[in-house]
């Protein structure tokens, strides 16, 4: 399999996740981007609330790890999205292979408020070369959004395996 066709597989994948999770939890996808380098995946209303989501497939259980890391990069592009459109929230989406979802509310995040720290991390899930990028540990306890945090009835384990010219949101 080649790193695009690897790319893919995995968005369709972290994509499909979410559709079967957001039907259970009345959750309305407007639209997943189209353009593999967005800054968003899923543009999205919950109670009435439009949101850009950037969603991630982690290869691990939700309590192996006590924080989850967040690229600054990421964190950036969508607060700059949400800082032009004060109707719009960002969400950082997680899947666990132990079926549980956490989504945390990331628009309001202030970078002054975590440590950044410097990790050599693979320049993405499909090219191994390590690049240097900056990340910051968001905690589980306390920043996670309690709506997403029931089990969500086994989804992970039923699927198969930034600038002015951004695509614009469905909404």
């Given amino acids: 399999m080649t790193k695009e066709e690897s790319f893919e597989a995995k968005e369709q994948k972290g994509r499909g996740i979410f559709a079967a999770f957001a039907a259970q939890q009345n959750i309305r996808i407007q639209a997943f981007s189209e353009d593999k380098y967005a800054k968003w995946d899923v543009a999205y209303k919950y109670k009435g609330i439009k949101i ?46 132990d079926n549980l979802t956490y989504i945390w509310d990331i628009t309001d995040l202030n970078l002054e408020d975590f440590k950044i720290e410097k990790k050599w991390l693979p320049k993405n899930d499909y090219d191994n070369t390590l690049v240097e990028k900056e990340v910051i540990y968001l905690c589980k306890t306390t920043t996670i959004i309690s709506d997403f945090t029931d089990q969500a009835k086994s989804i992970f384990n039923e699927m198969k395996d930034s600038d002015d010219n951004e695509i614009p949101l469905p909404f």
């Fill in 52 to 97: 850009a989501g950037e969603i991630k497939v982690r290869n691990n259980a939700s309590d192996e790890y006590p924080t989850y890391m967040l690229q600054v990069d990421k964190l950036q592009a969508l607060q700059a999205m949400t800082s032009k459109r004060t109707d719009l929230r960002c969400h950082y989406i997680n899947h666990f292979t």
